[in-house]
């Protein structure tokens, strides 16, 4: 009988949501094997000439098991899904390096799931921009795998990228949103969780985007796309990156100082 009204709950619920703008809160963190880390920190450097400094080393290790959280609000046709900024009470560590990773990004991305519009803020370069894109297709395999996040029965879905990577997502069916966080979308229903599978000769990496939190969303304001920023293709985008970072190397290797 409690387990039936549980059901008949969540079934409402469900319902509700459909109508209303929903709030979902993201757990996001990396992990990675003892190798991956090796290979990580080896393959960086501080300087053209020097290996890493074990001070940055150990503050890139100590990020790596720090998570960051995210903030999904949608509706059935739009989303928009960004990092949530938290006061930390933590004490400088004795280096006084700090090290920030940030498993979804710290942009503002946002979807229209109708218009097949996926927007990207961010700023580089001393520039804000609006990267713009199309939603993207995953090919997603669905498996009878289940288990249950929040109280809700999740289904896991797979798709591979690549022969390095691969995507698993579990979503909800009985939350009727064909959507998720970042830019992953296109399952029967909610995304709740999302593991980034990342796997080479030298270890293997995981992105895990989990949902901690769900609800109806009290402010009820209207989803918007970003407009602040020069508006520019995901490929431009990516063009003017390599450039920037070929600008750099340069600088670094004629021994210009770029402060």
């Given amino acids: 009988m409690k387990k039936l009204l549980s059901i ?8 509700v949501y459909s ?21 990580m920190l080896s393959n960086i450097k501080t300087d053209k000439e020097g290996p890493l400094n074990p001070e940055i080393g150990r503050a890139l290790v100590e990020a790596m098991n720090k998570p960051s959280y995210y903030e999904l609000r949608l509706n059935a046709q739009e989303s928009q899904f960004k990092m949530i900024e938290r006061i930390s009470n933590e004490q400088p560590n004795e280096s006084n390096v700090h090290v920030e990773i940030m498993a979804g990004g710290s942009g503002v991305a946002y979807k229209n799931i109708n218009e097949n519009l996926f927007l ?19 090919g997603w ?11 809700y029965e999740v289904r896991k879905a797979t798709a591979e990228v690549d022969e390095d990577n691969t995507i698993e997502a579990w979503y909800a069916p009985k939350l009727p949103y064909k959507n998720g966080p970042k830019n992953y979308q296109g399952l029967p229903g909610l995304i709740l969780e999302i593991v980034e599978i990342h796997k080479k000769e030298t270890g293997e990496s995981k992105y895990i985007h989990l949902a901690v939190s769900i609800e109806i969303d009290k402010d009820q304001s209207e989803i918007k796309p970003p407009h602040k920023g020069q508006k520019i293709s995901q490929e431009d985008y990516l063009k003017l990156m390599n450039e920037h970072m070929e600008k750099m190397r340069e600088m670094q290797g004629s021994g210009v100082d770029k402060n």
């Avoid at 395999?141 to 109280?151: A, S, V, W, Y």
Wanted: proline share 0%; hydrophobic share 40%; no cysteine.
């Fill in 8 to 15: 008949v709950l969540l079934s409402l619920l469900a319902t």
């Fill in 19 to 39: 109508q209303e703008i929903l709030k979902i809160e993201y757990e996001s963190k990396m992990l990675m094997d003892e190798n991956a880390i090796d290979d």
């Fill in 120 to 138: 990207r803020a961010e700023e580089g370069f001393g520039k804000n921009f609006i990267i713009e894109d199309e939603l993207r297709e995953y």
């Fill in 141 to 151: 395999k669905i498996t009878r795998e289940t288990k249950e996040i929040l109280g």
